[in-house]
């Protein structure tokens, strides 16, 4: 990395996701005044989150699958009939 190209309280902050027992260790600038020793023994300043791919219920952890068709392709699949009949009208 670039040196002084980072604010300085640019740090290791651990996420925390309180309901699902759940954190994350991510270089953040994100303000806390909070600390909480992990699990691999080392003490980090904490931002608690309210919810998280861990405990979002509607989280499902897939993608969406898309068609393979494009959405021209659909419109002329849906509306060839009223096409031809304007044609022929």
Not at 1 to 19: A, Q, W
Not at 24 to 35: D, G
């Amino acid at each position: 990395m670039k040196p002084n190209i980072h604010p300085e309280n640019y740090r290791t902050v651990l996420f925390y996701d309180s309901s699902a027992d759940e954190g994350w260790l991510i270089r953040s600038c994100a303000p806390t005044s909070k600390t909480m020793q992990w699990r691999d023994g080392q003490e980090y300043p904490v931002f608690m989150l309210d919810t998280s791919s861990a405990s979002h219920p509607v989280y499902t952890g897939k993608q969406r699958e898309h068609n393979r068709e494009g959405r021209a392709s659909l419109f002329n699949q849906r509306y060839a009939g009223m096409m031809n009949a304007l044609k022929k009208g």
